[in-house]
């Protein structure tokens, strides 16, 4: 007696055809290029789902938090790396773009999403991929899904346990977005570290201020090959609404300003650095090439706006405070996709007192910053003050 | 002799036309089932598609792939293991950089929480490079049953499994616009992410009792 062909042989022999007409398009992404992106996006992308960012279209997606996250860390280079710094930028504007044909996608939906989603589980049922293995698709919400499997539910009731990153997520940065940006931004500062540090990794000498007030005339003896801690106090960075969390006396162990630098950092917020010169000519030449990299953004900024059809609300605001021949500072902001809320930055450069070169940076984490860009502006100002007063204090030291 | 009937029947214009009517029939019912065909294929095709871009929980899996070999800790994570004890939680980054004469090599970047001792430590190739504060006031984190060492580069879904000896997993296809051939997946305890079919994230997921 013949046989007919199954159900399921007719559909395997459809979709190998249909494979070899359409070229396996599952194959084609085999060759992919492997870095350290594809690893955060995969991390971004299994955070994002535990708090359902995903689900939300007006949540930053993950592209969004890594292209944010290149900008903040490349606006830190601007001064020490111009290459890497302008890389960023580049890849930083790349993720924008991508980001938003991954909002358009997420947006669709409606009956058509909805027979692709029936046709999927009639298919997969009727081919049996899953085996012996017990496998039911997920309706609704994804993050309740995650907490089924994650979170084991009958020994979270049992001892009252929640995930951690409900609690994590409401400490960093509210919304969930500190949560999804934390992680990120800081394996690309350990990334970048390493890379300018040398590969395979080499740490550069680093001290740590004291927290303990030393007498700017004493050189404080530190571990290691680091010599001394530099005439720079851990209160040289105080910065009223600023929560500096990391400050530090970082060593040039090489190049023409061989020696400490001041660098106080406001978690993801902001910070200034400072770095003496002895040779005038080498100053000019960084504090040039300082301000041709914030140029950059600014050029950038306006090629950006230059674009014929843009929507008012995506045109980017640029505010040059000041375009001298010692001081460069500005202040680019734009609206987020988060209602209220500004999202941009504020950076600076300048020479004080002819032999120190300061650096700004004024960039609060995720994309939902002040909901005013004058505070950018504010703040700008306060980080400089206090590197000028930080100087001040230097130059007004008696001699020995 | 020949048949004059039968060649008549031929020649004539009532049998071309029956001849013509058959083989037009004929082409019809090819036509249309080359139509079935393709649209079965194509609804197929879309199937399997959405099938694949599903999130779908898998249970009752028995892994027959044995674990990779353990990574071997460096002197200094060893130190920090004798200092602190294993990590309340971690998380690894695997991925591959190129050097300045074009060889490629891979990096594991790992993260060590302790949240008892409110510090996080993040090491690079098994180098510690940094050392962070981390604070989760009015919360008790449980361990995780988990070792960084468990996990290595390229493990294929399989090893994880054998490795972390799961059963039961969520598996969370990415959208090509985001990452093509990324999953992330979910299991107890634990969240990991394969990129062409090989681990580059993973981390585990503590709980907390909060009070």
């Known amino acids: ?85 302008q890389s960023f930028y580049v890849k930083a504007n790349e993720y924008d773009e991508q980001a938003g044909v ?123 090959s680091v010599e001394a801690l530099g005439e720079f106090l851990e209160s040289d960075c105080a910065v009223e609404g600023l929560d500096f969390t990391s400050t530090a006396v970082d060593y040039f162990t090489s190049g023409p300003n061989q020696g400490p630098h001041l660098v106080c950092t406001a978690g993801q917020v902001g910070d200034f650095t400072i770095t003496p010169w002895s040779d005038p000519a080498q100053l000019e030449a960084a504090f040039q090439q300082g301000r041709a990299v914030s140029r950059a953004f600014v050029d950038e900024a306006n090629e950006w706006n230059a674009q014929p059809v843009l929507d008012p609300a995506q045109l980017i605001h640029v505010l040059v405070l000041y375009d001298d021949s010692d001081r460069y500072m500005v202040v680019i902001t734009q609206y987020s996709n988060v209602f209220n809320c500004v999202d941009g930055f504020g950076i600076g450069d300048e020479i004080i007192a002819g032999r120190f070169e300061v650096n700004l940076s004024y960039w609060p984490a995720g994309n939902c910053g002040p909901s005013d860009p004058d505070a950018y502006v504010i703040m700008l100002e306060k980080l400089e003050a206090a590197a000028m007063a930080a100087i001040d204090r230097l130059e007004d030291r008696p001699g020995p | 002799m020949p048949n004059p009937t039968a060649s008549s029947q031929l020649t004539s214009p009532a049998g071309r036309k029956r001849r013509w009517g058959l083989a037009g029939a004929a082409c019809g019912c090819a036509g249309l089932l080359g139509a079935a065909c393709l649209t079965l294929g194509a609804l197929g095709w879309i199937g399997y598609d959405v099938q694949r871009s599903t999130p779908r929980i898998l249970e009752g899996i028995e892994v027959n792939s044995e674990a990779p070999p353990e990574y071997g800790l460096t002197a200094e994570q060893q130190e920090t293991l004798t200092a602190l004890g294993p990590p309340q939680s971690f998380s690894i980054l695997f991925y591959q950089d190129t050097m300045e004469d074009g060889s490629v090599y891979d990096v594991r970047m790992e993260t060590w929480t302790y949240f008892d001792a409110q510090t996080e430590i993040t090491f690079v190739d098994g180098s510690r490079v940094a050392q962070d504060p981390v604070v989760i006031e009015g919360a008790t984190v449980q361990p995780v049953p988990y070792r960084p060492e468990q996990f290595t580069g390229e493990m294929t879904l399989a090893q994880v499994l054998a490795a972390a000896n799961l059963d039961t997993y969520l598996i969370v296809p990415l959208e090509k616009e985001l990452l093509p051939q990324g999953e992330v997946y979910y299991a107890d305890q634990l969240t990991f992410g394969l990129k062409d079919g090989e681990l580059r994230y993973v981390e585990s997921l503590p709980q907390a009792e909060e009070g």
Do not use: C
């Open chain 1, 102 to 224: 991954l909002e358009r996608r997420r947006a669709r939906g409606g009956p058509l999403h909805q027979f692709g989603n029936f046709l999927g589980r009639v298919v997969g049922r009727t081919m049996h991929f899953a085996g012996h293995v017990a496998e039911s698709y997920v309706e609704g919400e994804i993050d309740k899904a995650i907490d089924k499997v994650a979170n084991a539910p009958a020994r979270a009731v049992q001892r009252r346990l929640n995930p951690l990153w409900r609690i994590l997520g409401s400490k960093l940065g509210g919304e969930l977005t500190g949560f999804l940006r934390e992680p990120i931004d800081r394996a690309i500062q350990r990334n970048v570290d390493r890379i300018l540090n040398g590969r395979p990794h080499r740490t550069r000498p680093r001290a740590t201020v004291p927290t303990q007030t030393t007498d700017p005339g004493t050189s404080t003896s530190l571990t290691g």
């Open chain 1, 1 to 85: 007696m013949k046989q007919r062909p199954s159900v399921r042989t007719i559909l395997l022999l459809a979709v190998a055809s249909l494979a070899l007409v359409a070229g396996a398009p599952w194959r084609q992404g085999a060759a992919a290029t492997d870095n350290l992106d594809d690893s955060l996006l995969l991390l971004a992308a299994s955070k994002a789902r535990q708090a359902a960012l995903q689900a939300n279209t007006k949540s930053p997606n993950e592209l969004r938090a890594l292209a944010a996250a290149y900008r903040q860390v490349g606006a830190k280079l601007r001064s020490s790396s111009h290459a890497v710094n």
